[in-house]
């Protein structure tokens, strides 16, 4: 199993966020869920999104 690793920065903080996934594909629709509910919250406004790379888990 593949862990992708992402860089979300927010209005108030910037943090890396590591999904277990079998391919980009899933590791995306992960990403989009947890945007949806930082969003529906009101608190946070999204500044970038960065893909940062693979790591890879035995």
């Known amino acids: 199993m593949k862990q992708y ?5 927010t209005n108030d ?3 890396e966020l590591i999904f277990n996934a079998n391919g980009i594909v899933d ?5 989009k869920l947890i ?3 930082m969003r ?3 608190e946070f406004q ?4 960065y893909y940062n790379g ?3 888990k035995n």
């Open 5 to 9: 690793v992402f860089t979300v920065e």
């Open 13 to 15: 903080c910037k943090r």
């Open 27 to 31: 590791a995306v629709n992960q990403l």
């Open 35 to 37: 945007m949806d509910v």
């Open 40 to 42: 529906n919250e009101g």
């Open 46 to 49: 999204m500044k970038s999104v």
């Open 54 to 56: 693979v790591m890879f």
